[in-house]
C-alpha cells in the first residue's frame, strides 16, 4: 500500500546544500560611563521561625503607589442644578402617581354612588309594592275591575 522508502535523494533531484553564511558585527562603540554614588547597603533582617529555624535576608522595600490628587471640590451651582433635577423628577413621579390615585378614586367614588342608587332603588320597590298588602286590608283586583268596568250588557 506504502511505497518502499529509498536512501539517499529521490531519482532525477540534485541536493544543495547550504551552509549559513556570519554576518559581521557593527562596529561597537561602547558607551562613556558616568560615575555615580553607590546606594545605601540593605539593610539584612533575620526571623526566627515558630519551628525555630532562623531565616535571614535583605529587607523588601515595597513601591509606593503615587498618592491620589485631591479631586476639586464640586462647585455649589453643579450640586443646586443636580438637586434641582432630582427633585424635578421625584415631583413627576409623584404627579404621576398622584393622577392614578384620583383616577382610582373617582372610579370607586363612581361604584359606590351606583351600588347606593342600586341598594335604594330596590328599598323604594319593595315599600311601594308591599305597601298594597300591609295597608288598609282592600285588595283591588286591577284585572277584574278594568274587566267589569268594560263590559258591556247587551
Given at each position: ?9 529521490p531519482a532525477g533531484r540534485t541536493s544543495e546544500t547550504h551552509q549559513p ?9 561602547p558607551a562613556p560611563l558616568v560615575p555615580m554614588q553607590p546606594g545605601p ?114
Amino acid at each position: 500500500m506504502y511505497p518502499e522508502p529509498t536512501p539517499g535523494p529521490p531519482a532525477g533531484r540534485t541536493s544543495e546544500t547550504h551552509q549559513p553564511v556570519p554576518i559581521t558585527p557593527a562596529a561597537v562603540i561602547p558607551a562613556p560611563l558616568v560615575p555615580m554614588q553607590p546606594g545605601p547597603v540593605p539593610t539584612v533582617a533575620s526571623i526566627v521561625l515558630p519551628d525555630g529555624q532562623v531565616v535571614t535576608g535583605y529587607a523588601i522595600n515595597h513601591a509606593q503607589p503615587e498618592p491620589i490628587a485631591a479631586k476639586p471640590p464640586v462647585s455649589r451651582a453643579a450640586v443646586n442644578v443636580a438637586l434641582g433635577g432630582v427633585g424635578f423628577l421625584a415631583v413627576s413621579g409623584g404627579l404621576l402617581l398622584l393622577t392614578t390615585f384620583i383616577t382610582a378614586l373617582t372610579a370607586l367614588i363612581t361604584q359606590l354612588i351606583t351600588l347606593a342608587a342600586v341598594i335604594f332603588g330596590g328599598w323604594i320597590a319593595v315599600q311601594v309594592f308591599s305597601a298594597n298588602r300591609h295597608g288598609s286590608g282592600a285588595t283591588v283586583h286591577i284585572r277584574r275591575a278594568v274587566f267589569k268596568r268594560n263590559h258591556f250588557h247587551g
